[in-house]
């Protein structure tokens, strides 16, 4: 006979296994809103890269690693490693996965593939040019030797270093006597020769002074080596076809060609040509320029809508005070997103951003503010002419500011700085794309306007600018890397077309062309914000989720191709080998 006593123990006992499972499902629920099982796979393989190239890579005197180039060892053993990275993948029960785990499989595969790719093209093009470099095999050795201290014979390494001297000065007579190089070439061979000279100095730094034998034989062929490595690198500069555009803009670049558009952005999956978004860019342009005709009309300026935005132009705040304009603006923008319960913007993120003064040098090549955890304000400095001064207020008029505050601030760049830290942080060094981080802040400029967020024609001629300006992106970007349009035709489009000052196309375009952007970059803007608008009009138009529960998930993805985002919005089922399939877009 049981007791009353055990039968209380019993059912004291059975509830608490039923509250333990319920807590235990319920932190499971949770901790898959933080993670998948394939996170570990990732952070793994980014630290793994992260060894290999410390190890395999150039040490600086003391501590640390430098980034350079990679040698062909290095090349060697991180194909070794992304082989075994596809061996794990191949390996681990796909079928176990939900959506988000799917699509950290599916973007692990992708990155380790595509990696493999641009190493073997590294590859196979070090070994193209390796008549240029005879002398890199000896350097390359005295390296090898200092990883593990081997013990050298200093009377024998500086033969040695001697003669990889000769070498390079017999390379470069060679090459000075050539007519150019293609600047890819160019630019690959200044690579490795920066990487062989920090790579030469760390295996110098680590015996001279400690070996006696090195320290004594060492230090004249070492200088010599160095020096001419120094002036081999200046003929390669000299030899490069790289082209600085004599069409009155002296802008450098170098236009990548169709077939490589076509495929960074099958890379990126956008399944559209970059023939198909120069379609994209003028029907987006088309409406731009029918809106802005309506607030041109009700300003009284009938179809002139230039003049309209000359008058808008005009509006600059005096000089001193558009630090307190920005702030009036984020308020302003804040205070709307609240009122039309757009999203919740946490306390500290709304708390902790900050502002700077933008310095004139970055000024040449960012006419407008730009963002992050702090907002930097360009403006004229007291360095300027009176008419860059003018045309920098002109072009950072409130106006034109009122709706880009906001991308650079909350919600946009500040938070994704603020959120990414805070939810799924393994994707962001790993699955990086332009298309997520402007596009999310650009889909804000295009909520809002939708929104009605600009009151009066003026505030609609401002935000109408910018979004030309991201049209104009698009076509510009796309046109010069197809070689159909100079830097001083983009500039002259953005002057002539969206309204800009000269000096802040020309910065535009510098920028663009000259800068450490990929070519993918511009385009990126408008481009990854129709991709979430798309997502946006699939998921909140048809009532399926709020806003507020649609841009909270959404920031805390973290970074993702918007199509990989849209899949896990909309709990799709992946196929491990994924290919982009997507299309967003309804062309007229």
């Not at 077309?497 to 990126?524: C, D, I, M, W």
Request: hydrophobic share 35%; net charge negative.
């Amino acid at each position: 006979m049981i007791s009353l006593s055990a039968l209380t123990k019993k059912s004291i006992l059975c509830l608490s296994l039923l509250f333990s499972n319920d807590i235990l499902m319920a932190q499971s629920t949770d901790l898959y809103a933080h993670t998948t099982p394939i996170e570990p796979l990732i952070v793994q393989y980014g630290h793994d890269v992260q060894a290999i190239n410390y190890f395999y890579g150039p040490m600086p005197k003391g501590w640390g690693n430098q980034s350079a180039a990679a040698s062909p060892e290095q090349l060697d053993r991180m194909l070794q490693l992304d082989q075994s990275y596809l061996d794990k993948l191949k390996a681990f029960p796909y079928s176990s996965l939900e959506t988000n785990g799917q699509v950290d499989f599916v973007l692990l595969k992708r990155k380790v593939k595509q990696d493999i790719e641009e190493l073997t093209e590294k590859k196979e093009t070090y070994q193209r040019l390796a008549k240029y470099l005879p002398f890199a095999q000896d350097i390359y050795a005295f390296e090898k030797l200092r990883r593990r201290g081997t013990a050298i014979d200093g009377e024998a390494v500086s033969k040695s270093l001697y003669a990889a001297a000769g070498k390079v000065e017999k390379t470069t007579a060679q090459l000075a006597s050539l007519p150019s190089l293609p600047s890819p070439d160019a630019n690959f061979l200044t690579a490795i020769l920066a990487s062989l000279k920090l790579r030469l100095a760390s295996s110098y730094d680590f015996y001279n002074g400690y070996d006696p034998m090195f320290t004594w034989w060492g230090p004249a062929p070492y200088k010599q080596l160095a020096e001419k490595l120094d002036a081999y690198e200046k003929v390669i500069a000299s030899k490069s076809d790289w082209k600085v555009f004599d069409d009155g803009s002296m802008i450098g670049g170098t236009p990548i060609g169709r077939d490589e558009l076509n495929k960074q952005l099958k890379s990126e999956m956008v399944n559209y040509t970059a023939d198909e978004l120069l379609k994209l860019a003028d029907q987006e342009f088309a409406w731009c320029e029918a809106e802005l005709l309506k607030a041109s009309k009700e300003m009284g300026f009938g179809n002139d809508w230039k003049a309209a935005q000359e008058q808008v132009k005009q509006s600059y705040v005096p000089a001193g005070h558009q630090p307190e304009l920005i702030l009036k603006l984020y308020n302003d923008a804040q205070e709307f997103i609240n009122k039309n319960e757009l999203m919740d913007i946490p306390a500290l993120a709304d708390e902790t951003w900050g502002m700077i003064m933008m310095t004139p040098e970055r000024q040449l090549v960012n006419p407008f503010f730009t963002g992050g955890r702090e907002i930097s304000i360009s403006y004229p400095t007291d360095g300027m002419t009176q008419d860059q001064k003018l045309m920098s207020m002109r072009g950072n008029n409130p106006f034109f500011s009122r709706g880009t505050v906001q991308h650079e601030l909350n919600p946009g760049h500040h938070l994704q700085y603020f959120m990414n830290r805070r939810h799924k942080p393994y994707r962001e060094r790993a699955f990086n794309t332009p298309f997520w981080t402007e596009g999310w802040t650009l889909y804000w400029e295009l909520l809002l306007y939708s929104k009605d967020f600009a009151h009066t024609p003026e505030e609609r001629i401002g935000m109408l600018f910018w979004r030309m300006h991201r049209c104009a992106r698009i076509t510009f970007s796309i046109k010069f890397h197809l070689g159909e349009w100079t830097p001083q035709q983009c500039i002259n489009y953005l002057v002539d077309r969206v309204g800009f000052e000269t000096a802040n196309a020309h910065g535009e375009v510098k920028r663009s062309f000259e800068g450490s952007y990929s070519p993918l970059y511009q385009l990126a803007y408008l481009v990854g914000g129709l991709q979430l608008m798309s997502i946006k009009n699939e998921l909140v138009d048809t009532g399926k989720m709020s806003y507020k529960e649609f841009h909270d998930r959404v920031i805390k993805e973290n970074y993702l191709p918007m199509e990989m985002l849209r899949a896990i919005m909309t709990d799709q089922k992946l196929s491990p080998d994924h290919e982009t399939s997507w299309k967003f877009y309804n062309f007229k």
